[in-house]
């Protein structure tokens, strides 16, 4: 009776969880789906005609109507948006009009510059977000709390371009302790083999020290400025999650055995607000991923960004269109795994 009543109990935990995975697959399946019409009804709604942007002005109308067929904006828009999505699902995002070369080839060469500067951004405003989210749960009014409550302010509050470019006035101009905008001096950037994309694995690669100390010197100032954005709602958001659970009453049983506050607060307060922890870092990081767009423009940073900023200006719809599509797929990608990883990592959860 007892074994039969353990597997009925087993089958149930194993259809549940299976129901809780299709339901998840299938949420980020409509999600991007939807992100796929966002962007199709983008290139409708612009009020560039990109018929003219190939054809030119003085088109004649056998040539307008010429391009407008090899377009397929002659076709229905159920039928426009089903050749887009098979497009898509070759890998195809149309032909830039600003490189004339493939929206996805463009991608692939600047897509690592901007995981490279998001990535060290989100590693130092992590790092420094739970350690300012720690201290000023430790001792709650104090300075270091008031201290990290002002800077989470700042980070949100002050405009991340605006950051940059004192950054690059104070750092760059005056004191000479960043190297300055773009991911490698002159005399490095034309001798360097790209074999991942990623300035500072390719430089340590290269067995030249001289041109690693070079790629730092660019890379740590717009890694500071983008990464204060990230530490910002990392410590905000993990001040307020470590607060809160410290008012829980197994802590204030902890503290009248006579517990420490420090030990309190990372052997059972810290692990406890996990879950809230992953879903922050994912959050942040897709934020930097997306907002990386000011950071790549003010310190001519060659990424996603600087690309996507070009193509505005230009009116690039596929390149808009592209470069739109690789960040929110990004950012549905690891909100997806935030989910999933705190599904696994907190049982209170399931």
């Known amino acids: 009776m007892t074994a039969s009543v353990s597997q009925a109990g087993s089958a149930r935990l194993f259809w549940l969880r299976s129901g809780r995975l299709f339901t998840g697959l299938a949420s980020l399946a409509v999600t991007l789906l939807g992100l796929l019409a966002f962007t199709f009804m983008l290139s409708h709604l612009s009020p560039v005609d990109p018929v003219l942007q190939i054809a030119g002005d003085h088109a004649s109308e056998s040539t307008y109507a010429q391009v407008r067929h090899d377009l397929g904006l002659d076709e229905s828009l159920p ?18 009009r600003l490189t004339n070369q493939a929206v996805s080839s463009d991608l692939l060469r600047t897509f690592p510059a901007t995981i490279e500067l998001a990535t060290c951004a989100m590693i ?147 692990p406890n607000v996990r879950g809230t922890l992953i879903t922050v870092l994912a959050l942040s990081y897709a934020t930097l991923l997306e907002g990386s767009v000011l950071t790549e423009t003010v310190f001519a940073w060659p990424g996603v960004g600087r690309y996507m900023t070009t193509a505005l200006f230009a009116s690039d719809t596929p390149a808009i269109l592209g470069s739109t599509l690789l960040i929110g797929g990004c950012f549905i990608t690891l909100n997806a795994l935030a989910d999933a990883l705190t599904w696994l990592t907190d049982p209170r959860t399931r």
């Open 79 to 96: 039928m426009q948006f089903w050749h887009y999505v098979t497009h898509l699902a070759t890998g195809d995002l149309g032909i830039s």
């Open 124 to 270: 130092f405003g992590a790092l420094s977000g739970i350690l300012l989210a720690l201290l000023a749960a430790w001792k709650p009014g104090s300075l270091v709390d008031n201290l990290a409550r002002l800077i989470s302010l700042l980070g949100y509050s002050v405009p991340v371009f605006w950051l940059g470019l004192l950054g690059l006035l104070l750092f760059y101009a005056v004191l000479h302790w960043s190297a300055g905008p773009g991911r490698l001096d002159d005399i490095w950037i034309y001798t360097l083999e790209p074999k991942t994309g990623l300035v500072l694995v390719d430089s340590w690669l290269s067995g030249d020290p001289e041109m690693f100390r070079n790629a730092v010197a660019h890379l740590w100032l717009p890694v500071v400025v983008l990464g204060l954005l990230a530490m910002a709602g990392i410590t905000r958001l993990l001040r307020a999650a470590l607060l809160e659970e410290s008012g829980k009453e197994y802590v204030t049983l902890a503290r009248a055995k006579g517990a420490g506050r420090g030990r309190i607060l990372l052997l059972h307060v810290f």
